[in-house]
């Protein structure tokens, strides 16, 4: 079995003039003996099955024409022999109606065989794709099991930081370890941060994988993504202030933003809020000063920037961080949802997003729904 597969991946390499060379020595070697087994039993035996080798493979290995010229020859070969060596026939086109019949058993068979060698070669080829896209995703689903773990093992590091506090001073009130008023309140304050840092955690990992799931439902209908945009900017306004950062909307700082227009087109409404409160709160988290937003639609799409004047990303990771739990190596603490969450809904919307950033020059992220 394994000589018979070298043999065949031996031919396979070869050229067509090699393959043609060794049919053409083959149907020699067969009228040979077959003109030898005609002086000697003057044609009682049948060769018609040894004809069928030259074609059978010049059809497989070269072409469907290079089969029909050895299937003519072949034909030619036979009845030359049977007039060199056979017997006289009781009428005059006989010879010519055997070697009718032979030439169209012979074409028959050579056209039988190229097409399924043409059928077996696209089988191949799908077969060999399909092995490809399979590797192609165990390679995925290995590289998304790995940052699903990375993603577990970081959540429960982060769930169990604050939670660590809260049970060591907890004990030491309940053993009684803190005598004063100032020391219990010391202690008191501290499992309260503690707690909510705690509830912080899980609230934001509910939320994610909250919008994940929304993600498997598309209920598109009409949206205004300004005032979507504005809703959501005012509530992260607080902890803009806070860190002294800065929006622009179009180049108009905050007086301005009741002059700018609606932009409404068809779309999932909760879905886009989603992807506006992630590229928002990812802008804040990296931003030093400024966060610029660019917005505006023409007759053929709708155009959605968000950019911030952060640290930037380096651009070998421009395509993994729309991944499935990837984080940046270095990247302030996240879940890896959300940028996931931005790409499955650009695409829920037909739309495209590009990534234009480098270390230590901010990032922007483009969006282009079609209207």
């Not at 012979?106 to 490809?132: A, D, G, P, W, Y």
């Not at 993603?151 to 053993?175: A, E, N, W, Y």
């Not at 902890?239 to 007086?255: C, W």
Request: with cysteine; net charge positive; glycine share 6%.
């Amino acid at each position: 079995m394994v000589l018979f597969t070298d043999i065949i991946t031996y031919l396979n390499r070869k050229p067509k003039s090699y393959l043609i060379a060794l049919g053409i020595i083959l149907l020699i070697l067969i009228g040979i003996i077959h003109y030898m087994e005609a002086v000697m039993t003057k044609g009682e035996l049948s060769f018609s099955i040894f004809y069928l080798l030259p074609i059978f493979f010049v059809s497989w290995y070269v072409n469907l024409r290079a089969g029909i010229i050895f299937s003519l020859i072949c034909a030619i070969v036979w009845e030359t022999i049977d007039f060199m060596t056979g017997p006289a026939y009781s009428h005059p086109l006989i010879p010519y109606w055997n070697t009718t019949v032979r030439l169209g058993f012979f074409l028959v068979v050579s056209s039988m065989l190229s097409r399924i060698k043409i059928i077996t070669s696209k089988l191949s080829m799908n077969v060999e794709q399909l092995r490809q896209e399979m590797a192609k995703r165990r390679r995925a689903q290995q590289a998304f099991n790995e940052q699903k773990d990375k993603f577990l093992s970081v959540l429960i590091h982060d769930l169990k930081g604050p939670l660590m506090p809260v049970m060591g001073f907890t004990k030491r009130l309940i053993d009684g370890k803190v005598k004063s008023e100032k020391d219990i309140m010391i202690n008191l304050k501290t499992i309260l941060s503690s707690s909510q840092e705690l509830l912080k955690t899980i609230e934001i990992t509910s939320k994610d994988l909250k919008e994940k799931l929304a993600l498997e439902s598309f209920n598109p209908g009409e949206a205004d993504l300004r005032d979507i945009l504005l809703s959501v900017v005012m509530r992260f306004m607080p902890e803009l202030e806070n860190k002294g950062i800065e929006i622009i909307i179009n180049n108009k700082s905050r007086e301005g933003w009741n002059d700018l227009e609606k932009v409404v087109f068809k779309a999932d409404p909760y879905q886009l809020k989603t992807l506006v409160e992630n590229l928002i709160g990812n802008a804040i988290k990296y931003a030093e000063r400024t966060i610029k937003v660019e917005l505006n639609k023409n007759d053929s799409c709708l155009r959605f920037a968000i950019s911030d004047d952060g640290p930037g990303i380096p651009e070998k990771y421009h395509d993994k961080i729309f991944e499935e739990y990837f984080q940046v190596p270095g990247s302030k603490k996240g879940t890896g949802i959300g940028l996931y969450s931005v790409k499955k809904t650009v695409e829920n919307h037909n739309g495209k997003i590009v990534v234009h950033s480098s270390s230590g020059r901010g990032a922007s992220f483009q969006i282009t729904f079609p209207c």
